[in-house]
């Protein structure tokens, strides 16, 4: 995930607090190692999403477009809308309460690497995205915040978005520089 804000207050605060700039723009990608919807396998593939907050995120209001990954079947892509629009349940199931616009989904060729402290996500002429954890106290590992409730994951890395930039539906956004963050997810629902 990378975002507009210079330090992303909505893992400690779980959405409470109001974005840094008042509003938030921001990009996540998703790889499947493993895992299914029913019967569907969704294990190799990637996603990601643009989000665009107007407010505190609690307050809703959301704009959402979703890039799929062009190498998933009819099934998959029919599985992983639901999913990350909320409709599905599970941890994300709280966007079916603030999306205002879902701006719709894209199949598109993702490449995502994860290197280290290092991620790459690329989708041409959409999305050029490297984030880099921010190195902790012990100057070997990333600073990470454990032990969370929030909806991605219970522990998430904090990192700083190196290089990225993202375009889709009328919207140009530069965050580089700014605050990112990544972590595994192991998610169940509804």
Wanted: net charge neutral; hydrophobic share 40%; charged share 25%.
């Amino acid at each position: 995930m990378s975002c507009s804000c210079d330090w992303c207050p909505c893992a400690i605060s779980l959405g409470r607090a109001k974005p840094i700039e008042g509003h938030c723009y921001s990009w996540f990608a998703f790889r499947f190692d493993a895992g299914h919807s029913g019967p569907t396998d969704l294990g190799g593939l990637n996603l990601a999403l643009l989000l665009e907050v107007p407010g505190r995120m609690a307050e809703g209001n959301y704009r959402l477009g979703l890039f799929l990954d062009e190498r998933a079947s009819e099934p998959q892509r029919a599985a992983l809308e639901p999913i990350f629009t909320g409709r599905a349940g599970g941890p994300p199931g709280w966007w079916s309460l603030v999306l205002a616009e879902y701006l719709g989904a894209r199949a598109v060729p993702i490449a995502y690497e994860a290197d280290g402290p290092r991620r790459r996500v690329s989708i041409p002429k959409v999305l050029d995205g490297v984030i880099e954890a921010e190195i902790g106290a012990d100057k070997a590992s990333p600073a990470r915040m454990s032990n969370l409730g929030y909806w991605m994951a219970p522990e998430v890395m904090l990192a700083r978005g190196t290089r990225s930039r993202v375009r889709g539906w009328g919207r140009v956004w530069d965050l580089s520089g700014r605050s990112a963050e990544f972590g595994a997810f192991d998610w169940r629902g509804p």
